[in-house]
């Protein structure tokens, strides 16, 4: 027999001869559990699925969401700028990570402006995000990609209806955002020049160039258009919104025909006026009625002045007073009853908007029920309309209805009738517009003092509500499910006698019954050994 042969039947015989006890056995299941379980970790590194076993399925995306991050081909990053005691800390986690199990080219980081603060002030120098503001306003998400970014205020994260009832709109405005940046193609918003409005290229106290850089920083493109040029409807021809702030000499009817037609082609406009007073201190018209009496406002022209001393500021007349807020999109995160928060928006030098048709704009700010309209600065002021008289602006011919003077105020234009079964599919957007009565709401000085904080979420929010794109995708808010604990004297006697009484006490009566048995067993043994 061959070397090779009588190794071989050695082997065999030991392997014969080898008995695997149970130890042996046990000791293999465990070492394959760690191997399963091992490569049970590998592969839940590299695919990651959520399921969800929740009531009504809350932690499942919606479908338009799902649709939107599988076709998703660029890498987005979402940074969520929220603090573990924040109330959708939690809520945010889940979601991203609902997010992340629908695609692997999704970056998720979180960073706590408590804890990771040199972190957060980098992103605040990026993002425009100022320290101290309060949290209505704070950025709580900022999403990037391709070098497009898009911030998602706090504010806009939560609404309540007239009821109380609360909604979460979380996922849907990252949804939104997440549209805004896989989108190549920003946003227009023009600034017209011509007529002595405030330039986006200045820094001053009262110029708009930190409006501009937020609005460049929130992957929206901003360019200053003369309307001063042979043929200013062309001019404003690829405008997505049009910006006209303070201007300093009417504008001429082509140039008001420009801006009726660019709002007829659903570009979107924002006008905040300032009163004009021409070289005779007489006040005039800045030469909007074409665009505005066919939408059912008109610009009353005056100067306000409040009469309230819980509303104007000490300083001069009351020209300088806090505006009322109504409840709209665009005041969302301000002071109003029904939310706990003081942040109202501060107006210097504001006209009044007339109403003509109930159903037509709705206000935003109002001054209180005291206000006066200055309509003669050489007669004095002159107390605002209260019935159905003649309004402060004599040669307008209007009448307002009782109440206080309206400062602020949002038009959304009709929607053009569908043509076809194709048409009345496809949601047609309507045209949006946001007037004001003072432009220094949007001034440098509003995004640089803490306490004119409101006027900035003002501005910022009335950008957001006239960009934003409902037709893109549908995400239907969920309802806020209330969750908290509410101790009383009787529940907290009950607490203290739970933890010093009850649970002492059954951890007592467990152990001496452990003990008890363990010596009947041991003599039972005993007696059995004899």
Not at 17 to 35: C, I
Request: some cysteine; hydrophobic content about 40%; aromatic content about 4%.
């Amino acid at each position: 027999m061959s070397a090779p042969e009588r190794t071989w039947l050695s082997a065999r015989t030991r392997l014969r001869a080898l008995r695997f006890e149970p130890r042996h056995w046990r000791a293999a299941a465990v070492l394959l559990a760690g191997l399963v379980l091992g490569e049970v970790n590998v592969l839940g590194s590299h695919f990651f699925t959520r399921f969800d076993c929740s009531e009504q399925c809350r932690f499942t995306l919606s479908e338009p969401t799902q649709r939107l991050l599988h076709a998703q081909r660029e890498t987005v990053t979402i940074t969520a700028l929220l603090t573990r005691g924040d109330p959708l800390y939690v809520e945010a986690r889940h979601l991203l990570d609902a997010y992340r199990a629908e695609t692997s080219s999704l970056r998720v980081r979180f960073v706590d402006p408590d804890r990771d603060v040199a972190e957060y002030r980098s992103l605040e120098l990026d993002s425009g995000a100022d320290a101290g503001e309060a949290t209505a306003g704070q950025p709580a998400f900022l999403v990037e990609s391709g070098g497009r970014r898009w911030l998602v205020p706090h504010s806009q994260l939560l609404s309540r209806d007239e009821g109380g009832v609360g909604s979460d709109r979380l996922e849907e405005r990252l949804t939104q955002a997440l549209v805004r940046v896989m989108d190549t193609k920003r946003e227009l918003v023009c600034f017209v020049t011509g007529h002595g409005e405030r330039s986006v290229e200045d820094v001053g106290p009262n110029g708009l160039a930190e409006l501009g850089r937020r609005l460049a920083q929130s992957n929206l493109e901003v360019r200053r258009t003369p309307l001063d040029v042979p043929d200013p409807g062309r001019a404003l021809a690829d405008c997505d919104v049009v910006a006209l702030i303070g201007p300093e000499r009417p504008l001429p009817n082509e140039h008001t025909r420009a801006l009726a037609d660019a709002f007829a082609r659903r570009a979107n406009l924002l006008l905040l006026i300032d009163p004009l007073v021409d070289a005779r201190t007489q006040l005039t018209s800045v030469g909007l009625e074409p665009l505005l009496q066919p939408l059912g406002v008109e610009l009353r022209a005056g100067f306000v002045l409040e009469r309230d001393p819980s509303s104007r500021l000490p300083r001069g007349m009351g020209e300088v007073f806090f505006a009322q807020v109504e409840p709209h999109a665009v005041t969302r995160g301000l002071t109003t009853d029904s939310e706990r928060l003081d942040a109202r928006p501060v107006l210097v030098a504001s006209q009044a908007i007339g109403l003509l048709r109930p159903e037509g704009a709705q206000p935003l700010l109002r001054a209180s029920s005291r206000a006066v309209l200055l309509n003669d600065l050489a007669s004095g002021p002159a107390a605002a309309g209260t019935g159905s008289g003649a309004t402060g602006n004599q040669a307008s011919g209007t009448a307002q209805a009782a109440g206080a003077l309206v400062v602020a105020a949002a038009i959304e234009g009709p929607e053009t009738a569908p043509q076809g079964r194709a048409a009345a599919l496809r949601p047609t957007p309507t045209a949006r517009l946001f007037l004001a009565g003072s432009a220094n709401v949007a001034a440098a000085d509003s995004f640089r003092e803490p306490q004119l904080y409101a006027n900035r979420l003002l501005v910022e929010n009335a950008f957001a509500w006239l960009t934003e794109r409902p037709s893109v995708v549908a995400v239907p808010p969920r309802e806020v499910r209330e969750a908290g604990l509410t101790l009383s004297e009787e529940s907290l006697g009950d607490l203290l006698r739970y933890v010093l009484l009850y649970m002492p006490a059954t951890a007592a009566l467990l152990g001496l019954f452990v003990v008890l048995r363990r010596r009947s067993l041991e003599q039972r043994s005993r007696r059995e050994a004899k």
